[in-house]
């Protein structure tokens, strides 16, 4: 009855918000009405004139004089002298918003439109995940999850939708020229998106509405699976057509620079930065989505008023940090791609990015990535507590803080340390030794790495806490051994197939020299992962896991730390197969431990299991810590990426002559992200709550009758 | 026993924050002196010794939170117990001396002195469009042209570089003590190896006084030697350069 009044009192606020709103266009004026006519009547000259060539743009081009908003020049400028109705016809570039900043209000509802889409993006991958696990599992916990985590995504869809309605409007009522542009490269696409974006909506309403209705036999469930299956191929589609637009911004392909007539869609769509860009967010939206539900989860148990309430949310939000680690951990080396492919598109903006202008973005990222790594590793040191068994591990916690802080510092330490007078007079040159070798990024790579495999290592002792002693492997049967064969024969053919392919990159012979090494190192490596398979199949699994980490850390960590100082001196077009035989080498110690640790403990009696809900409130502080700070860092990130362009709407193609084509300083970048992340976090406290009245209602009726029964014991 | 041993966490934390100072402050600069066979030592600088040191407290307290047990046995530490004597020793020193450090952090951040601002350096300025296309024509000559230009340009590097950059290019030159931000050294591998050398192009034509207006003030000495140097003398310089300090360009990648 409560929920109703509330809404009764809802209805009736936005009725007399809409009233308001009514009046208010009334009284304002409409002062682009003509202008955007006169455009209109522009554009149907140019295409009376033939073809789909552009407006003119010289590369490289001296920008103009300033534009004030209505495409008037600015002030002092001649231009102001032409005659009213030449005037009129004149294309409209640049019109502002309410006197505000056009691309402070572009920025704003962009990120936002980006946080709630990453968000619904990234949400129904694990959602039909948890799905699958639990059908196939037989545990009816798994479903009722996935359809919470569902409810949040169909609360939070409308707001993306809506959010990307008035991007769209922004965008192009406030740089008509420029959308033009875009317009006139990529409208077979928007067509497309326009489809596709129906295809979204109509597979999430049908998943999440028909969850109870397809319960029952099997081939109703896996129906309902290939509803959110179809659901994420939308969404991923959705994302994949916008991230061409977005990228093609920064890299421009398949049109002629000059005069922006475009030559091959394809190559427009299909640009440089395009799939470095795609994969980035794909696992980005994942670890975002994560991070959230894991919020949420921790705000539900901070409020729940009963052990069983407070038992699910603890394994909520247990799962939503599990799975926000899990995308976090290739993060890293998504984004290294991307980086490399920033700086191989133009050396100028890799130059601005790492070493430039944003730069100190990047000590910022650093803090935040560092932050989230501690936070997800405090979370799962805490969780050890409920378990009963864990004491024989928590002895490796002081390590693990160690080395991972250890890590931190390095990881934030920057190339140009701030410096007074004195200290540089005192120091004697321009690097103190701890920016000279902890500031460039052949340090960054390897202390992510051990971050990397410090956590994993956090996660693998979390997850025998509840274990007993192993069995041996060779009581395991079949399965064991067939697992650990086909995980081993994806290992050597990740290492060994990259190896091979080292032998035959078109490099300068004396650069090429620099490529052995690299070789040697994923055949190290391919032998030790054999090791660790002969081992664990001896019964030394425990032994075989050590050295696989041993053996990883010394060849990706030490020895590549000093390796990339090297190549960075002589040979920088290796640092490319560097990186990449980094990533393999750790990931193959990843797969393979995780693989031989469950193989292990697959029959391992349980100690006493798990107390879900019994965890400090400070953990779920934790929980809430990591959602902020993930957010920060999509806020931050986001004008990284779209600030490199500096003062070009289309990178080298399309120059802003506005007046607010400057980058903005780190202290109104810093406002702007901080507004940015507080909207975004209101928004969706208000969604959520939304989305949960019709449950407080379900609840109250049926309160009888329903049981919160306990998550499963194992995990 | 064991558990009184335990309520010394507290202890123990600050025993590590103090050692990590102690370390930055007075051993590693020792310790880089050493190592890098300088003949005075290298101080740790005050920004990187407050980050590390926030590290190290934060380090401190995330462990002694790891559990329910070590926040009760950290806390402890602070409480009225039967604890054995050096325990009641301890407490009275950190009751005492918590107050005085912070007193003695706020005298010392709060008289007034004299010293140069921390200023935040961008090390690479952004390079104008004008200049990112253009490509060294000598880079694509025959092998011995190419090493011809780089005996020129090492000529010219002596002639026009040497004085600020050193005549290994390491930054040492005999002027470099005159600057308050003294010349980069060429074979640290952060430097010019990062960039592409039509960027050096640009620096060493436009100098100091063509730095953009981004990120201003820059703090560079650098002169502009446009009027005095031809292009293909500038291209011989940075060629003589790489060479003289030992590494190679930035190269341009293909895009994959």
């Known amino acids: ?715 | 026993m064991a558990n009184k041993r335990k309520t010394f966490l507290f202890i123990w934390i600050i025993t590590a924050v103090v050692c990590l100072f102690l370390f930055l402050k007075y051993a590693s600069p020792k310790i880089f002196q050493v190592l890098m066979g300088k003949g005075h030592p290298m101080p740790t600088p005050s920004t990187l010794m407050m980050w590390y040191m926030i590290m190290g407290v934060l380090a401190g307290l995330v462990y002694a939170t790891t559990s329910n047990q070590k926040f009760v046995d950290f806390l402890s530490f602070l409480l009225p117990d039967q604890g054995p004597r050096i325990k009641f020793f301890l407490q009275k020193i950190i009751f005492v001396g918590f107050p005085v450090l912070v007193g003695w952090f706020v005298y010392t951040w709060s008289i007034p002195g004299a010293a140069s601002p921390v200023e935040l350096r961008i090390q690479h300025p952004t390079l104008p469009q004008d200049f990112e296309k253009l490509e060294n024509p000598f880079r694509q000559a025959d092998a011995d042209t190419q090493r011809r230009c780089i005996e020129e340009g090492k000529i010219l590097f002596q002639t026009y570089c040497r004085p600020c950059h050193g005549s290994k290019a390491d930054g040492n030159g005999p002027f470099a003590n005159s600057f308050r931000l003294r010349p980069i050294n060429f074979q640290d591998p952060g430097t010019i190896a990062t960039v592409v050398d039509n960027y050096l192009f640009w620096r060493i034509k436009e100098g100091g006084p063509g730095l953009p207006s981004e990120s201003t003030p820059w703090d560079s000495g650098m002169p502009s030697w446009k009027d005095d140097l031809k292009d293909d003398d500038i291209w011989k310089i940075i060629m003589g350069e790489y060479d003289t300090a030992g590494v190679m360009p930035r190269q341009r990648e293909k895009l994959e």
Not at chain 1, 352 to 371: E, K
Not at chain 1, 419 to 425: F, I, Y
Request: glycine share 10%; aromatic share 14%; hydrophobic share 50%.
């Open chain 1, 1 to 715: 009855m409560n929920n109703l009044k509330i809404l009764l009192q809802l209805t009736k606020r936005s009725a007399f918000v809409v009233v308001l709103l009514f009046f208010l266009s009334l009284a304002l004026p409409m002062p682009s009405s003509q202008n955007v006519i006169a455009g209109d009547v522009l554009a149907e000259e140019v295409k009376e004139g033939g073809g789909v060539e552009l407006p003119q743009f010289e590369a490289g081009q001296s920008p103009v004089s300033p534009q004030s908003p209505e495409g008037q020049p600015a002030e002092g400028a001649e231009a102001g002298v032409a005659g009213g109705e030449e005037e009129e016809m004149a294309p409209v570039q640049y019109r502002a918003f309410f006197g505000m900043d056009s691309r402070t209000v572009v920025w704003i509802v962009s990120e936002l439109h980006l946080m709630f889409a990453a968000f619904v993006l990234g949400v129904p991958i694990f959602a039909v995940i948890v799905e699958i696990v639990g059908f196939k599992g037989g545990d009816i916990k798994y479903d009722k999850m996935a359809k919470e985590f569902t409810k949040l995504l169909s609360a939070a869809f409308a707001t993306t939708a809506s959010l990307g309605g008035l991007l769209g409007f922004c965008l192009f009522g406030l740089y008509p020229e420029f959308m033009g542009h875009m317009t006139n490269v990529f409208a077979p696409t928007m067509y497309v998106y326009a489809l596709m974006f129906f295809g979204e909506a109509f597979t999430l309403y049908a998943y999440y509405y028909s969850w109870e209705i397809l319960k029952g036999t099997a081939a109703r469930k896996w129906f309902h699976i290939t509803l959110g299956v179809l659901l994420n191929l939308f969404g991923t589609g959705l994302m994949f057509l916008t991230n061409s637009w977005a990228t093609y911004m920064m890299s421009p392909a398949g049109i002629v620079p000059a005069t922006g007539k475009v030559l091959s869609l394809y190559h427009a769509f299909y640009n440089p930065l395009w799939m470095p860009v795609n994969i980035h967010r794909l696992i980005a939206n994942v670890c975002f989505g994560g991070f959230v539900v894991g919020a949420y989860a921790a705000v539900k148990f901070l409020g729940a008023k009963t052990e069983e309430e407070k038992a699910h949310y603890d394994w909520m939000g247990y799962v939503g940090n599990f799975i926000g680690v899990g995308a976090l951990i290739p993060l890293p080396f998504a984004g290294y791609w991307l980086g490399r492919e920033v700086y191989s598109a133009s050396p100028v903006m890799g130059n601005i990015m790492m070493g430039g202008a944003f730069s100190w973005t990047f000590i910022i990222q650093a803090i935040l990535i560092g932050m989230l790594f501690i936070g997800a590793n405090y979370y799962l040191w805490l969780g050890m507590g409920r378990i009963r068994g864990s004491e024989r591990y928590t002895k490796f916690i002081k390590y693990l803080v160690f080395v991972i802080f250890m890590c931190f510092a390095v990881w934030l330490t920057p190339h140009n340390l701030p410096l007074s007078g004195e200290e540089r007079a005192m120091i004697g040159e321009q690097y103190h030794p701890f920016s000279k070798y902890f500031g460039v990024m052949a340090a960054k790579n390897a202390v992510v790495n051990l971050i990397i495999l410090s956590t994993f290592f956090s996660f693998l002792i979390y997850r025998r806490s509840n274990k007993g002693e192993m069995v041996p492997f060779s009581e395991q049967g079949r399965a064991g051994k067939i697992g650990i064969f086909s995980v081993l024969i994806f290992c050597l053919l990740m290492l060994v197939s990259y190896a091979i392919s080292l032998n035959f990159v078109e490099l300068e012979a004396n650069i090429k020299v620099f490529v052995k090494p690299l070789i040697r190192a994923l055949y190290i490596q391919s032998f030790a992962v054999c090791l660790a398979v002969f081992l664990t199949f001896k019964n030394r699994g425990k032994l075989a896991q050590a050295m696989l980490f041993g053996v990883t850390a010394c060849i990706a960590v030490l020895y590549f730390w000093y390796y990339g100082f090297e190549v960075m001196q002589k040979a920088n077009l290796v640092l490319r197969y560097l990186s990449v035989t980094q990533v393999s080498i750790v990931m193959s110690c990843l797969i393979m431990n995780a693989v031989i640790d469950i193989f292990m403990f697959r029959k391992a009696k349980l100690v006493g299991g798990i107390a879900w809900g019994k965890m400090p409130v400070r953990s779920q502080y934790a929980l809430i810590l990591l959602c902020v700070v993930i957010v920060i860092l999509m806020g931050l990130m986001g004008f990284i990426r779209s600030g490199l362009r500096m003062d070009w709407h289309i990178y080298g193609v399309l120059q802003d002559t506005s007046q607010w084509a400057y980058t903005p300083t780190l202290a109104f970048m810093g406002r702007i992200v901080g507004l940015i992340v507080a909207l975004f976090l209101g928004l969706v406290t208000f969604v959520f709550w939304l989305a949960n009245l019709g449950e407080k209602k379900e609840k109250g009726v049926l309160k009888e009758g329903c049981e919160l029964a306990e998550p499963h014991p194992e995990h």
